[in-house]
């Protein structure tokens, strides 16, 4: 019953850019300041490339990015390569409780 | 650099009580963070279990807090979770993470996990 849905697949071309949302029902829309992404490749653990919407850690290519409008966070992936296949998660700590979104299976076609 | 390995027994039986535990290395679990359970059954997506901070401040899914003990060690640099009742449901691996954040009392982001360590239920 997770409280932020994302769409199940998205795929694209090397090269392309993709946009994976992640939509909640949470109506306070200032939260999704605080939304994080974790990319997890298959059979590792996740691992945190966007956090607090649009800040990037240490380390992660700048390929990756984040934006919000409304209720709705994004992360966008620019110039896709076959390395980014993977799953995604969004994912927002608000009122005491950590959800996850439904995960997106990226495919480099 | 700062990593997290956890452990636990592998397998065990419905109704029974597990425990796993995460062990912290490269940093102190007495840092200003919260320490986070999440896990993920075979094949579905991550569940949050809960979030401890070292001086006690607690934070459980709804779901599972009936069942769900957190501890911390701070002598050992170790993170416990005890999981009771447990059913097939539980089957998942169990990760261990860091629930950091701008501020430690709002933590908004896991950014190091443990590789993650399999429970399976099963009789």
């Known amino acids: 019953q997770s409280a932020l849905t994302q769409p199940a697949s998205v795929s694209g071309s090397p090269g392309q850019s993709i946009t994976i949302s992640c939509a909640g029902a949470i109506s306070d829309v200032d939260n999704y300041n605080f939304v994080s992404w974790y990319q997890q490749l298959p059979g590792k653990a996740p691992k945190l490339i966007i956090y607090e919407g649009n800040k990037r850690p240490s380390g992660i290519s700048d390929r990756f990015s984040g934006s919000k409008s409304g209720n709705t966070a994004s992360l966008t992936i620019s110039g896709l390569q076959a390395e980014d296949e993977a799953d995604y998660y969004c994912c927002l700590f608000v009122g005491s409780l950590a959800v996850f979104g439904t995960a997106t299976q990226v495919t480099v076609l | 650099q700062l990593q997290l390995q956890e452990s636990g027994p592998g397998m065990g039986k419905p109704s029974e009580t597990l425990s796993l535990t995460c062990s912290v290395s490269g940093g102190s679990i007495s840092s200003n963070h919260y320490w986070a359970w999440i896990r993920q059954p075979p094949g579905k997506g991550l569940e949050w279990i809960g979030s401890?901070?070292?001086?006690?401040?607690?934070y459980l899914n709804p779901s599972l807090k009936s069942r769900v003990t957190m501890s911390i060690d701070t002598s050992k640099n170790k993170l416990s979770l005890k999981l009771r009742f447990v059913t097939a449901a539980d089957t998942a691996v169990y990760y261990c993470?860091?629930?950091?954040?701008?501020?430690?009392?709002?933590?908004?982001?896991?950014?190091?996990w443990g590789q993650g360590s399999l429970l399976t239920v099963s009789s």
């Open positions: 993470a860091r629930h950091a954040g701008t501020n430690w009392y709002s933590p908004n982001r896991f950014d190091s």
């Open positions: 401890m901070y070292y001086g006690g401040s607690t």
